[in-house]
Nanobody, 118 residues
C-alpha cells in the first residue's frame, strides 16, 4: 500500500507565498518522477511542474520562475514553493509520483486547496 499525503495549502493574499509538501509512504522501492498538478473549477487538471529522481525539472510556462519544485529523495517528499501567488493560481493542487514496487505505478495525493484573496 502506498499513500501520498499533501500539506501546506491555504488562504494567502495576492503576491504571498505558500510551500506545499507531499510525502510518499508505504512499500516503496524507489520513486521516479514526482510532480504537481492543479485543477481550477471548470478546468482540466494541468501540469504545474515535475522533477526526476536526478533533479531535472519541467515547468508549465505560466509558473516558470515563480513556483520552484524540489524533492528530498531520502524523505520521499516533493515540494512546491509558491511565490508571488497570482489570481490565476487558485486551484486544488495534487501531487503525483511514479513509484517503483514490483513495476512502476503512478499514485496521486488527495489534493490541497490553494486560495488567493485579499
Amino acid at each position: 500500500q502506498v499513500q501520498l499525503v499533501e500539506s501546506g495549502g491555504g488562504l494567502v493574499q495576492p503576491g504571498g507565498s505558500l510551500r506545499l509538501s507531499c510525502a510518499a509512504s508505504g512499500s516503496i522501492v524507489s520513486i521516479n518522477t514526482m510532480g504537481w498538478y492543479r485543477q481550477a473549477p471548470g478546468k482540466q487538471r494541468e501540469l504545474v511542474a515535475d522533477i526526476t529522481r536526478g533533479g531535472s525539472t519541467n515547468y508549465a510556462d505560466s509558473v516558470k520562475g515563480r513556483l520552484p519544485i524540489s524533492r528530498d529523495n531520502a524523505k520521499n517528499t516533493v515540494y512546491l514553493q509558491m511565490n508571488g501567488l497570482q489570481p490565476e493560481d487558485p486551484a486544488v493542487y495534487y501531487c503525483n509520483a511514479a513509484i517503483v514496487r514490483l513495476g512502476v505505478t503512478v499514485y496521486w495525493g488527495q489534493g490541497t486547496q490553494v486560495t488567493v484573496s485579499s
